[in-house]
């Protein structure tokens, strides 16, 4: 029902900027969230940052201060803007969207096929 796209990864050095975007379609209205989780390499897959609909941001300790999620519901997509990019924050991005439906009432997870983001030293 919801569909994610997500761009703007690549190669950075350390101390860099990164600017990744995931563009939704489908049942847009429906989401009352998104958030951006990561992957290293032999790692599982963490939570980065969430923002609710109308709601304030929150974020994983690491990236408090660095990376900053934002929602543009006129374009309907979602940012995370990151700076002063370390090593550690080599990883797979994956964009996230959870979406109300109404019948049965339930929440559902919607994922997108990952950017690939790699900060050399």
């Known amino acids: 029902q919801v569909q994610l796209v997500e761009s703007g990864g690549g190669l950075v050095q350390a101390g860099g900027s990164l600017r990744l975007s995931c563009a939704a379609s489908g049942s847009v209205f429906s989401i009352v969230s998104m958030a951006w989780y990561r992957q290293p390499p032999g790692k599982q897959r963490s939570w980065v940052a969430i923002i609710p609909r109308g709601g304030i941001a929150n974020y994983e300790d690491s990236v408090k201060g660095r990376f900053t999620i934002s929602w543009d519901n006129a374009k309907n997509s979602v940012y995370l803007q990151m700076n002063s990019l370390k090593p550690e924050d080599t990883a797979v991005y994956y964009c996230?969207?959870?979406?109300?439906?109404?019948?049965?009432?339930?929440?559902?997870?919607?994922w997108g096929q990952g950017t690939q983001v790699t900060v050399s030293s």
């Open positions: 996230y969207a959870q979406d109300k439906r109404p019948t049965p009432p339930r929440f559902v997870d919607n």
